[in-house]
Structure formats: C-alpha cells, structure tokens
C-alpha cells in the first residue's frame, strides 16, 4: 500500500505555527495597542483588507509561561501586509501601500521567533524576531531626525518655507478634505509628476474613505490650487508613530519654490516633533532605499528576511 505523503505546503504551515497558539483579533489588538505596530499590521487596516479584498486573516500569538508575549497577523504563510505578501495576493497590483515597514506587536523584553514569510521587517526588532536575517544590501529608508540631521541644515528650508509663505502658500492638513477631494488631488498631481495616473486610481476616492483617519500630512495650497501632497499612512500606539510614505504629487513646474522638498520637510518636522512632545518610538518609513531622494531625507537600515527557508 502506497504511502501517503504530507503536501509540502501543509508541512510547512505546520513548521511556522508549531511554536505559536490562534489568539482572537481583541487579543491582537490588546498587543498591537500596548507594544506598538506599523501601520500596515493595524487590527483596522487588516479588517480593511480583510472586508475588500477577502484576504482573511489570522492571528498567531507567541506564549512564554502561559503569557502572549508576541503577536503575528498571517496571511497564509506571509506576515499580513508584508510586500510579498501584498505580491503573493495580487494585491500590488490593485492598489498601492508601497513597501510598508513591517513592525510587529511584540514584548520589548521578549523575543520571539517568527516562521511566516517576511522581508521587509524592521531592524529595530532584530533582537526580537529570532532567526531573521537581517542583511546590510537589502534596506530601508527610515527618515532621520529632522530638522537637526539635514545635510543642507534646517536653515536652508525655514528660507524656502519663508518664501513660500510670502507668496501667500498655506500648508493645509490633509484631515481638512474629503477622500474624494483627496483622491482628486492625488491623481491630478501624480499625474503632472509621472506622467501617469497612480495604481488603482479608479478606487482611490473608496480607499481613502475607508482608511481617511490614518491619512497623515499636509497639503501644499497656492494661488487657490494645490501643488503637493504626500500620501502618508499614520498609526498610533502607546508606544509608537509608525508612518508610511507611500508616494506623492507635485506641479513641476514650480521649481524655484521646491514644493516636493518642502512639503517632505514640513511633514518629517512635524512627525519628529510630535515623536519628542509625546516620548513615543517614530517609525517613519519611505519604503525601499533606493534613490539619492530618500537619502536626502533618510537613513538607510537594513531589513529583515524570515521564513522563505521552509516549503
């Protein structure tokens, strides 16, 4: 009689939850809240993607004597809202959330060792996520403290944003709009900056009315028009600001005013300052280190890989 044989599949699932327990999603939320989290695990950013793309999630919790010390929301064999798994789901191609950061809601004195599929983990955590790798040529751009960490000094954009300002600009908070008005805004000055409509405009106005409260930033106004906006992504905890930049618009043809480097000034400020005032970890991520751009504005950190090894 013919043996049957285990799928490698299902051997593999059962490899990465061998160490973890299911936790209800009240109980990942109780950890997310208490221990901090990127934007893109929020427990209301999964049920987004949950209720629009019918992704379901799950939660795994990681126990040390009989306590949750560590929290993990999966996709299948991914990490939820990790790149590859964003690729793996197709969801890449439906909208756009860049290359979120990955930091997952876990015990600062606990250490955990997370078996699903990642590779955009933060390196803050390499002391808890055992076994990922974390690896110097693929990283992350993680803005720097600014203004004091500017290369060309902060004196050089209060000059800009002076200019600005006599030439009767406002920096408008991006809360002011609706997520149609938003959505508009986004698509027609992407489109002046690319040359393009940015991925699954037509859904934009629907994205962003269900993700309006984590809309973080300002939009740049002059002459009664606006001229540059970041879409930034915002989640608060007890312990964090996670932010993702995840592209933005511009009129190119305003270069003497530099809108696209002020309004990055302005937004990396004012998520600096919030981050001293409150004594919170911020985690404000531009995705991939892969442009002079980012450098301008960033430290490039390298990120983690975990779980690819197993089948």
């Given at each position: 009689m013919a043996h049957e044989t285990l799928p490698l599949s299902r051997l593999g699932s059962g490899l990465r939850s061998l160490n973890t327990s299911q936790i209800s999603a009240e109980e990942y939320a109780r950890c997310y809240?208490?221990?901090?989290?990127?934007?893109?695990?929020?427990?209301?950013?999964?049920?987004?993607?949950?209720?629009?793309?019918?992704?379901?999630?799950?939660?795994?919790?990681?126990?040390?004597?009989?306590?949750?010390?560590?929290?993990?929301?999966?996709?299948?064999?991914?990490?939820?809202?990790d790149h590859s798994a964003l690729h793996a789901h197709q969801l890449d191609r439906k909208e756009d959330f860049g290359y979120p950061v990955i930091y997952l809601p876990i015990d600062p004195e606990s250490h955990c060792h997370v078996l699903y599929k990642a590779k955009y983990l933060l390196s803050l955590q390499r002391r808890q996520i055992a076994g990922a790798m974390f690896m110097k040529r693929k990283q992350m751009a993680i803005l720097k403290q600014l203004p004091d960490e500017l290369e060309a000094g902060k004196k050089e954009y209060q000059i800009k944003e002076r200019?600005?300002?006599?030439?009767?600009?406002v920096a408008r908070d991006v809360q002011e709009f609706s997520a149609e008005e938003v959505a508009a805004i986004y698509i027609e000055l992407f489109q002046q900056r690319w040359d393009r409509p940015p991925q699954g405009a037509e859904s934009l106005s629907k994205t962003f009315a269900a993700l309006k409260k984590f809309l973080f930033g300002k939009v740049l106004w002059l002459d009664q028009r606006p001229i540059a906006i970041q879409i930034n992504y915002r989640a608060d905890t007890l312990r964090t600001i996670s932010i993702d930049?995840?592209?933005?618009?511009?009129?190119?043809?305003?270069?003497?005013?530099?809108?696209?480097?002020?309004?990055?000034?302005?937004?990396?400020?004012?998520?600096?300052?919030?981050?001293?005032?409150?004594?919170?970890?911020?985690?404000?991520?531009?995705?991939?280190?892969?442009?002079?751009?980012k450098d301008q504005w960033c430290h490039r950190v390298s990120r983690g890989l975990t779980g690819f090894w197993l089948p």
């Open positions: 809240h208490e221990w901090g989290g990127s934007f893109i695990v929020h427990p209301e950013v999964l049920q987004y993607f949950e209720e629009t793309h019918n992704v379901k999630v799950r939660y795994r919790g990681y126990f040390k004597d009989g306590r949750c010390v560590g929290a993990a929301p999966v996709w299948g064999a991914f990490v939820a809202g200019r600005f300002e006599r030439q009767g600009g930049y995840v592209n933005g618009g511009v009129v190119k043809t305003l270069k003497n005013l530099s809108p696209g480097s002020l309004l990055s000034y302005i937004n990396g400020c004012n998520a600096c300052e919030e981050s001293r005032q409150s004594g919170k970890l911020l985690i404000y991520s531009y995705g991939k280190a892969n442009t002079e751009y």
